[in-house]
């Protein structure tokens, strides 16, 4: 039985483990990554930092600074990284805000509408997810879908550090060309 | 928004204190009541309090400038042979203008009462709310038309207890009407002495309600010390978001405000609090029957932790301090909490570190996870302190549907320090919330709380 992403988040929100890594309160997950490696499905969970200043679209972002690596479906835990230890990403302050939320192309959303697309695009993933690991149907319209939701949503900021966390992703669902 | 100021109501790090000694009168209730207290206009302190013929107290008049007219009155007024009140005429004017005194006989001065407005009567109270010998909270009833009615009252507190006030709302009746139709909230978050954080709420129609409101801040996004943004926003039709949003440079040199409109994306951390709309419990008028734990006891240690990002430090202090009765500086505890790698300044506590402080100072704790409310509120009624992580977007900003993150994490720490079941359809958590200026006895209902805390795996500490 594959896990949904839902269930994925949460038993990872809820792990000994990620409590263990001792990331400091306010990082929360970004959306996912989701990768092949060795022949494995892996997904790859990246930890940021939203800082609410009272004003509307005025949320700060900061750089995705953490990520955890489970492999599916086992969920087993694979890595865990501190990018501000990558060479890649020396040049980040990491205490500096990189944007802002809501950026332009969402602000037409309000949180109902925002968690439902959100939630529209976790169902993409699963549909990844079960394609590969249970040879479900997938079509092209799916993977059309799942592109157009995380262009919509990931933070534009934040594009450059998913290009360099993993290249095939970003090219399969987020860059523009 | 409140537009109803309470009067004579000292609220003191969440202290209600009726002020009552036997030298003087107190406790109006209504603006129109009499308010305050004349002040005496006689030499003579000395009191024959209980009528017996003997005078009870002892008064020693001094000439503190040496100008030959005695201006200051040292009294002992129970004539336990302890100075405990000392009278002052600062402008020798033959009136007592302020009074100092030690309500509790400690030793300790801890109220002051002046005449502000220059009418003669005593307007303005100053409590020291923790016996620490420096007045933190303060309340004056101003009736700056002279007209015989209060028309502007002003609460303060110097919450880092460092002489200076750092919180105050200011409530005026513009146009003597009787109703107070301007609020002004003005805050000095970096603690330099400045208020560099104002908003000013009109009520035009007299309904409660705000119809306007402005807010001003002075900020320093680079760093360096110095002022160099000045940020204006305004909501004119009272729908609680901005309409406008203005940002200016001054001209760090001349301290100078220079028109030059900059682009907000350039602006940085613009952080604030929003949240005017929660209530503070308050301890002198609750029914002690429906409220667990002991908030009236906790709200005497909370402080706020300004532009910084120690609530999990801030927390295990107003803990130890509750516990142990000691004072903690905060910075030390920053210091101690840095260098053993608990803490950055940066970045903030990682949960799993939030009870280090406890156990370095022998507070006894116990984290744990997934917990229901029964647990927390079990240990409430236990005795026990409480600290957890939560959501504080959820409490801060909950009920704008345009204000949201994606993070879905804990971000913040506070202290439960009661639940209040006065209304049992509406039960209300109680917390100690450094985040907030006015997170002392910081009431959240109950759902929104447990939306808070979910997010934060429903993690608690318990201390005893």
Known sequence: ?????????????KSNFLLDCRLPMGYSQGLPILSIKNGCLCITFPYLKYQTTGEVDKTLVYPIRYAVTLELPTEKIIGYEDYEYRDAFKNIDFDKPVGLFRHKAIQQYDENQYNEIRKELMGEYDKVIQSILENADYTVSDEKRMRKLLQLLVEPSLLPMYQVIDIDFYKKYLSKG | MRFAPLFMTVRGNGNKINLRTKVYVIITKKKEQKRGFKMFDFTDLNFDFDGDGVMDSHADFIDSDGDGVLDTAAVDTDGDGILDTVFTDSNQDGMWDSVLMDTDSDGIFDTQMSDLDGDGIMDTTGIDSNGDGIMDTF?????????????????GNDYNQDGTIESQTTYCDTDGD???????KEYDRDGDGIMDDVSSFQDFDNDGNEDMEIRERLMDLDGDGKIDTYVVQSDTDGDHEFDTLEVYEVDAETGEL?????????????????VDDLENFDPANA?????SGDPGRSMQEWEFQGETGRCALYSQK??????????????????????????????????????????????HSDMSFHNDFSDLQRDLEAGKKVIVAIDSDEIWYGENDDLFTPGDGPN???????????????????????GNPNGCGEMVPLDTFLDAWEDGNCQMISCM
């Open chain 2, 258 to 274: 220079e028109l030059v409109p900059i682009s907000v994306n350039t602006m940085g951390n613009v952080s604030g609090v929003c």
């Open chain 2, 412 to 434: 913040h720490a506070v202290e439960v320090i009661g639940v209040d079941h006065s209304d049992p359809d509406n039960p209300m958590v109680i917390l100690n919330d450094s």
């Open chain 2, 139 to 155: 309340h004056s009833e101003l009736d700056l038309d002279h007209d015989g009615i209060v028309d502007t009252i002003i609460e």
């Open chain 2, 318 to 363: 107003f803990v130890i301090e509750e516990l142990t009765n000691q004072e903690i500086d905060i910075e030390e505890l920053a210091d101690l909490a840095e260098k053993n790698g608990w803490f950055s300044e940066d970045s903030g506590t990682p949960l799993l570190n939030m009870d280090k402080v406890l156990e370095y100072y022998g507070v």
């Open chain 2, 178 to 184: 009787g109703q107070f139709d301007e609020v002004v």
């Open chain 1, 1 to 13: 039985m594959v896990p949904s992403i839902e269930q994925i988040k949460n038993n990872l929100k």
């Open chain 2, 287 to 291: 029914d002690p029957d429906a409220v």
